[in-house]
């Protein structure tokens, strides 16, 4: 006869015992909800998206000392994270696809290309304007930027001085490549280099030459003997880029360290595009009282895409 009041006693272990939910704590569930976010910053940042602040005035007035920019990551290839989030360590990175081609007036943020590895640059990041691609010749004359001989338009934002001008002809220490005798506001006529380009080598040109070769291979590889080219130890007359290059410039021309004075820059050290200031704080006006705290804000620049 049924008994509701009887206990189930089992002779053999359940193929399935109930299963009752345990009750998470209130810190638990905050950790978890936490460690998602920061595996979700993480994999945006490292993928996807990236936030800069602008620390000198080499962009104005494109940009201005206290912008918080974005940077869209993928604007030219998705490929897998070039550096160590959060870090300057260079790691391996496979391009997986390209998605555009860098245009000649993008704004864009790269790593500084100095020395022959990434990791001599201290975590540098440069924020400059694409003027010369990949087989373009650059030159400037008078300050006025010319491009395959065809004079480009400067941006409508840039700081120019048209009346202290450097003549051509005098030669300007740090330019670019060191044995030059060009200026700031007259130089060239420089070939950005393309990969696959086949570059003769030789005693007049070695010197620019030994700069992008040595960051290519990493190391410091190409030395001149006398009237002999080596390249690792081994006589050579050619040597063939395995990258493309881009020439880029500073907006604010009398005070920018840009391609004039450091190089090209090499496809790989490239980060992304600027496309929007999304907080900026004018870093000039005092904010040491509790009222001024609103005043240094430029409400008239947030959310502006940069161009």
Known sequence: MYNPDQKTVYTETPSVIPYQKKKRSGFGKFIRIILIIFVLALFIKAFFLEAFRIPTSSMENTLLVGDNILVNKIAYSFHSPRYIPFTSVSIPSIDFFSTSSPERGDVMVFK?????????????????????????????????????????????????????????????????????NWNKDNFGPVVVPWKGELVEL?????????????????????????????????????????????????????????????????????????FMIYWSWDPFIPNRKFYNLVEPIRFDRLFKVVR
């Open 202 to 274: 030789n005693p007049k040109n070695a010197l620019l030459w030994k700069t992008i070769i040595d960051r290519e291979l990493g190391k410091n590889t190409l030395s001149e003997e006398g009237t002999v080219i080596t390249l690792e130890g081994k006589p050579v007359h050619g040597y063939t880029l395995t990258k493309d290059y881009y020439f880029a410039l500073g907006d604010n021309r009398e005070n920018s360290m840009d391609s004039r004075y450091w190089g090209f820059v090499p496809d790989d050290m490239i980060i992304g595009k600027a």
């Open 112 to 180: 500084f290309p100095y020395g022959p590895e990434p990791a001599n640059a201290d975590d540098i990041n440069l924020v400059k304007r694409i003027v010369g691609l990949p087989g373009d010749t650059v030159q400037i004359i008078n300050q006025q930027v010319y491009v395959n001989g065809v004079e480009i338009n400067d941006p409508v934002s840039a700081r120019l001085d048209k009346v202290n001008k450097i003549p051509g002809g005098v030669s300007e220490e740090g330019i670019f490549p060191p044995d030059s």
